[in-house]
C-alpha cells in the first residue's frame, strides 16, 4: 500500500480544510488508518484514526469536536475533516496505514506512512 495525502493548505484561524489520503491496492480495507503531525521542533502526534470498517474512531484531546476522521473504502481514500482551525494546529500532517488501531494510534507498528501535507494556519 502507497499512501498519498493532499488537501493542506494556507487558512486564517476559524478556518477549514479536509486533507484526504489516498492509498493505492486492493488491501486498504484491511488496515486501520490515521493521522498524525509534526509541528516545527516537535515530535510527531497522533491525531485521529479509525478502524477499517469505521466504527472506531478515536481522536487526540486536543482535535476533538473540531476534527472528523472517515473513510471511503471504495475509493480507498480516507479524510481529515478539520474546523476552526488555529495557529497550533500548523504541522505537517501525515496519514498512516496498519493492522491494529490500538498501536497504530501509537505510531507504533505503522506498516506505511504518506508523505505529509502541510498545513499553516494563520492568526
Known amino acids: 500500500v502507497q499512501l498519498q495525502a493532499s488537501g493542506g493548505g494556507l487558512v486564517q484561524a476559524g478556518g477549514s480544510l479536509r486533507l484526504s489520503c489516498a492509498a493505492s491496492?486492493?488491501?486498504?480495507?484491511?488496515?486501520?488508518m490515521g493521522w498524525f503531525r509534526q509541528a516545527p521542533g516537535k515530535e510527531r502526534e497522533f491525531v485521529a484514526a479509525?478502524?477499517?470498517?469505521?466504527?472506531?474512531?478515536p481522536y487526540a484531546d486536543s482535535v476533538k469536536d473540531r476534527f472528523t476522521i472517515s473513510r471511503d473504502n471504495a475509493k480507498n481514500t480516507v479524510y481529515l475533516q478539520m474546523t476552526s482551525l488555529n495557529p497550533e494546529d500548523t504541522a505537517v500532517y501525515y496519514c498512516?496505514?496498519?493492522?491494529?488501531?490500538?498501536?497504530?494510534?501509537?505510531?507504533?507498528?505503522?506498516?506505511?506512512w504518506g508523505q505529509g501535507t502541510q498545513v499553516t494556519v494563520s492568526s
Open positions: 498512516a496505514a496498519g493492522r491494529w488501531l490500538p498501536t497504530l494510534r501509537l505510531g507504533a507498528l505503522v506498516d506505511h
Open positions: 491496492g486492493r488491501t486498504f480495507s484491511n488496515y486501520a
Open positions: 479509525i478502524t477499517w470498517s469505521g466504527d472506531t474512531t
